[in-house]
C-alpha cells in the first residue's frame, strides 16, 4: 500500500519560514512528478510547486520567489521551504506523487496557518 507521509506544518507568525516534507513508501513504482498543492477554507485545491524526476520545478506565481521546492529521489521524499509566510498562505497543504505509469497519489494533508 502506497502512503505518503507529511510534516512540517504549524502556526507562525507572517515573515517566518515553514519546511514541508513528504516521504513515499510502498510499491509507488518509479516517481516521476512530486509536489504540493493548498486548499483553503471555501476555495478550490491550487497547485503551490512541483519538481520532476529531472529536477525542473514550477511554481504557482504567488510564491515564486518565497517557496522552493526539492526532492530526495533516494529516500522518495520532496520538501517545500516555505518563506517570508503571508496569511494568505494559510491552507492546507497536500503532498502530490505521479509515477512513471502516471498513476497520482494524495498526502493527507498538513495544516499551515500564518497569523498577522
Known amino acids: 500500500q502506497v502512503q505518503l507521509l507529511e510534516s512540517g506544518g504549524g502556526l507562525v507568525q507572517a515573515g517566518e519560514s515553514l519546511r514541508l516534507s513528504c516521504a513515499a513508501s510502498?510499491?509507488?513504482?518509479?516517481?516521476?512528478?512530486m509536489g504540493w498543492y493548498r486548499q483553503a477554507p471555501g476555495k478550490q485545491r491550487e497547485l503551490v510547486a512541483t519538481?520532476?524526476?529531472?529536477?525542473?520545478?514550477n511554481y504557482a506565481d504567488s510564491v515564486k520567489g518565497r517557496f522552493t521546492i526539492s526532492r530526495d529521489n533516494a529516500k522518495n521524499t520532496v520538501y517545500l521551504q516555505m518563506n517570508s509566510l503571508r496569511p494568505e498562505d494559510t491552507a492546507v497543504y497536500y503532498c502530490?506523487?505521479?509515477?512513471?505509469?502516471?498513476?497520482?497519489?494524495w498526502g493527507q494533508g498538513t495544516q499551515v496557518t500564518v497569523s498577522s
Open positions: 502530490n506523487v505521479v509515477n512513471q505509469r502516471w498513476r497520482t497519489y
Open positions: 510502498g510499491p509507488i513504482f518509479s516517481i516521476n512528478v
Open positions: 519538481i520532476n524526476s529531472g529536477g525542473t520545478t
